[in-house]
């Protein structure tokens, strides 16, 4: 066996950052096969038609504009959904090799996890036609239906519509900060998150190459505002467009009814902005009827003031995700402690302010 000090010589600067490289990944993946994610990897073909039971109509869960979205089992059970998109223009598969590592890269406990890819290849060529990405397949739904709808005739409490904001925000957050390059400009909506077997809330869509859609508004939709000439930074233009977009989703969390147009935004974000300097009778009139007797006005004052500043029309009033989480955790702790002192009868809520 060579001296240590001699195999250490014979390594390359470029060998020793792909093993420092491959060590973040490992213990990234250990991380989330403790929450039940599998490792990201290439699936083959006959995987996935085996797991989709040859792609059968039956397995069909969603149409998109470059393609399908079926569920599918894999042999060790797991279950998946699998997006198929149609390539316009043909590439090497070499040519998608940045875009898939970004992509593997989308690995967090909210977001939904990316699990693998397969290609699909033109045979003259071998230039891709398709690309198949494989995703955690995410049980239960869209926020929208337990906040706006009634999931079999039950809502979100306040405490779990908090809890939902603020995995949302995390979401956001990791998208930011947790992978190079960043995604921003997500242009979510509640429809977009879905959640777990445990109502956990994950983000299915970002602004990655492969996985960014259409810029137009779906029916339904809510466009960002907000003027690029009042931010400094495009990066930080960006970033105020998705607290925008997560104002909306708040919105909607609040008053528990659909919000489908900017100008439901806009008389909706007034109403609250009024409710601001009323007494706690006329806040809690403007709270979707499910919640508004169990949540504390401390609680709900901070969270309308939260979102009323996401949905400012001036970028700079806008708060950081930051902000957004420490303002939204500090609005569970006093519904807490509202909850712990009537359950006690010892006294009144913790009071708090909002910074």
Not at 165 to 187: D, K, W
């Amino acid at each position: 066996m060579p001296p240590k000090s001699l195999m250490v010589d014979k390594v390359s600067p470029a060998y020793t950052l792909k093993m420092l490289k491959n060590a973040r990944y490992i213990s990234e993946t250990m991380k989330l096969g403790a929450l039940g994610i599998a490792p990201y990897r290439t699936f083959v073909w006959e995987e996935l038609k085996e797991a989709t039971y040859n792609f059968n109509e039956s397995n069909l869960i969603g149409e998109e504009t470059h393609g399908q979205v079926y569920k599918g089992w894999l042999t060790d059970g797991t279950l998946v959904a699998i997006r198929s998109l149609k390539m316009k223009k043909r590439h090497s598969i070499q040519s998608y090799t940045h875009q898939l590592e970004l992509i593997s890269k989308l690995r967090h406990s909210h977001l939904v996890s990316a699990i693998g890819h397969c290609f699909e290849c033109h045979k003259d060529d071998s230039t891709v036609s398709r690309i198949f990405l494989v995703f955690e397949y995410v049980p239960n739904g869209t926020l929208r239906k337990f906040v706006s709808e009634g999931h079999s005739g039950q809502k979100f409490t306040w405490t779990q519509r908090i809890t939902a904001a603020i995995e949302v925000a995390r979401g956001i957050q990791f998208l930011h900060t947790g992978m190079v390059p960043g995604a921003y400009s997500n242009h979510l909506k509640i429809t977009d998150v879905l959640l777990d077997h445990d109502l956990h809330a994950k983000i299915s869509k970002c602004n990655l190459p492969l996985l960014a859609e259409n810029r137009r508004l779906d029916d339904g939709g809510v466009s960002s505002h907000g003027s690029k000439e009042n931010c400094g930074s495009m990066l930080r233009y960006e970033e105020k467009n998705d607290v925008y977009d997560f104002g909306v989703i708040l919105l909607e969390i609040i008053v528990g009814r659909m919000i489908v147009s900017e100008n439901d935004v806009g008389i909706s974000k007034d109403i609250l902005l009024v409710s601001l300097s009323a007494d706690d009778k006329a806040r809690r009139s403007i709270v979707d009827p499910a919640v508004h007797k169990e949540c504390s006005d401390d609680s709900l004052k901070t969270v309308i003031e939260l979102c009323v500043r996401c949905l400012s029309d001036e970028l700079s009033e806008r708060p950081s995700v930051e902000d957004v989480i420490w303002n939204l955790q500090f609005a569970a702790q006093v519904q807490d402690s509202r909850h712990q002192d009537s359950n006690s009868n010892t006294g009144s809520p913790i009071q708090g302010t909002f910074e």
